[in-house]
């Protein structure tokens, strides 16, 4: 049995979840799966949009040969050669001797760097904007480098107007028999997700981002078919909207994003207080993370969407606690920018802490300190509640200035 399904006439879904995943890219938990998504154009000619990870190309062969009806494969578009993506490419060549392979340069470089295959009389070389007929349906090929390696290009269907969009679009997260994002519902299912996807696996490339949107802006596309996440067919705007914010680096929403370290509880207590003092003063959007329990990859998609920060850690060893010097380093290697902070030391003996989480929030652009550090000797003392309230209100002020 196989488990192909129709998107429109001629054009099928053939990709699979796999729910037992833990960890995609050996790094970022997945709680609910992932979906690897992969595309058939039954026309005069048949062509596969991408493959699928290694853990379920069964399942894909079985959705390919589903979708064939006992034709083969005329053309395969490799739109992004990272493996989850690309496993089931020998498989396919083995499977359709007279298969011809589809992408660019770069990616047959990578093709030929991951895989010991020959394939030199099958490769189709195109370039930006070069088209390929499959009778009806014509594929026209369109380069997004470093969205998010420098080989990936979409591939815009011009009959259809449908747009098949490499790791653009795509989310975290299995489907569950609904293909399409307005058949379920995104914004509690996927919308967290398709952020921490586009933070953590995108998120340093937001020019290249940018120069992507704008081809995109320059086409009629009725569909976004992504290799991630469900496949968009109403309200195109609303993703094409958050992926424009999250490129340029902009907050979604004002609110404050509370992430601390604290070994006994000291410095959780004044991250606490100055939450409740928040609270106090009417901001209404709060959330608290420990960084020794909490992924650094949540984190920083929280940071994506809200508009303030408040950092706070004791020193460890003369330097940073270490979670909190890892959640900044990957801050700063996702280019997240244009945030507000304030932050909290603490340290018993040589206070260190407020200094290096300064100096690592500097390397980033456009942060904004609303507050000199609050700085703890073991603990917050009586003495330093009026500063902890001043720190808090300039937070709040900030947060809630029209």
């Known amino acids: ?38 595309y058939l154009i039954q026309d005069e000619k048949v062509a596969v949009l991408d493959t699928v990870d290694a853990a379920v190309t069964r399942t894909f062969l079985d959705n390919v040969d589903g979708a064939l009806q006992g034709r083969g494969v005329d053309y395969l578009v490799v739109q992004h050669m990272e493996p989850d993506h690309c496993a089931a490419i020998t498989e396919l060549c083995h499977r359709f001797p007279a298969m011809k392979i589809v992408g660019n340069a770069k990616t047959f470089q990578l093709l030929r760097q991951f895989y010991e295959l020959d394939v030199e009389s099958r490769l189709l070389e195109v370039k930006e904007r070069d088209t390929l007929p499959l009778g009806k349906h014509t594929l026209r090929f369109l380069t997004a480098p470093m969205v998010h390696w420098p080989e990936v290009m979409f591939t815009y269907e011009e009959r259809d107007k449908l747009l098949f969009t490499a790791d653009a679009f795509g989310a975290f997260g299995a489907l569950s028999g609904n293909l399409f994002a307005d058949q379920l519902d995104f914004d509690g299912l996927f919308l967290d997700e398709a952020r921490r996807y586009y933070v953590n696996i995108v998120g340093k490339y937001g020019p290249q981002v940018q120069a992507a949107l704008k081809k995109a802006a320059d086409l009629d596309i009725a569909m976004l078919c992504p290799l991630h996440g469900p496949v968009w067919r109403n309200k195109l705007d609303y993703i094409l909207e958050k992926y424009d914010l999250w490129s340029r680096y902009e907050p979604e929403q004002r609110g404050v994003v509370l992430a601390y370290a604290s070994m006994y509880g000291n410095t959780s207590l004044a991250v606490s207080l100055i939450a409740g003092r928040l ?34 850690a004791p020193t460890y060893n003369n330097g940073l606690y270490y979670g909190m010097e890892n959640l900044l380093r990957e801050m700063a290697a996702l280019n997240l920018q244009n945030r507000k902070a304030a932050l909290v030391g603490n340290g018993s003996w040589a206070p260190a802490a407020h200094t290096i989480m300064h100096k690592l929030l500097c390397e980033m652009k456009g942060i904004e300190f609303l507050a000199p550090p609050l700085v703890l000797r073991s603990s917050l003392k009586p003495c330093q509640r009026e500063e902890m309230e001043k720190l808090a209100d300039a937070v709040a002020a900030s947060v809630q200035e029209k």
Do not use: C, W
Not at 297 to 310: G, Q, T
């Open 1 to 38: 049995m196989h488990g192909a399904q129709k998107i429109i006439p001629g054009v099928f879904y053939i990709g699979a979840s796999d729910r037992r995943l833990a960890l995609f890219e050996n790094m970022f938990p997945l709680p609910n799966g992932v979906a690897y998504n992969s």
């Open 279 to 312: 609270a106090e003063s009417g901001v209404a959007d709060l959330r608290m993370y420990d960084v020794s329990k909490t992924h650094p990859s949540a984190i920083i998609a929280e940071a994506f969407k809200f508009s303030h920060l408040v950092l706070a």
